[in-house]
């Protein structure tokens, strides 16, 4: 059964630096999806970037960026020159693509995150 | 931008009690869910659905039922809530155009307290 773990509960970090959030998964697919989300503080939850597992090339959305290592079964969300305002929570999600497991989205703990001024 | 609601935003109900959750899509979208979200847990999926009339089983389906009435309905029902039944629920669909990239659109979420 596939998997998604996310080992940091909570970041905490100064207003315009790097922050990396990490995420492992586990599944039996050669191909498969990744996606992070995030929540904000009002319970919103929107979608942020999304990686194929069979593209190489890291993805970028906006300040946003993907640090994917398919051997190692990780996916890592980077946020560069953080604001106050991407304090959330981020999840990291995954959906296989066999048959069985249809249009299901299997989501990590969670990592909250707070950007100091 | 697709929109989801969710209604009602907060309930509370007593053990044994009957509860309906209801979500309205009005995007078009062929694919709605339903989880919920409690602490150290992230979001875990109750039940879907690929359109009107289906259903299918998620990862924590003891204790709830669905029905998908319409393209833009999906309801979830709580028969006999428990305790263990308090959580935050949130609804969400995605576009079947998109296949499994397509990302969800969730709704604003339903907290529910069983006393």
Redesign the interface.
Known sequence: AQKVTQTQTSISVVEKTTVTMDCVYETRDSSYFLFWYKQTASGEIVFLIRQDSYKKENATVGHYSLNFQKPKSSIGLIITATQIEDSAVYFCAMRETNNNAGAKLTFGGGTRLTVRP | EAAVTQSPRNKVTVTGGNVTLSCRQTNSHN?M?W?RQDT??????IH?S?GAGNL?I??VPDGYKATRTTQEDFFLLLELASPSQTS?Y?C?S?DALGG??A????G??TRLTVL
């Open positions: 694919y869910y989880y150290g847990h992230g979001l875990r999926l879907y690929y299918q998620g990862d935050l949130f969400a995605s499994l990239y990302e969800q659109f969730f604003p979420g």
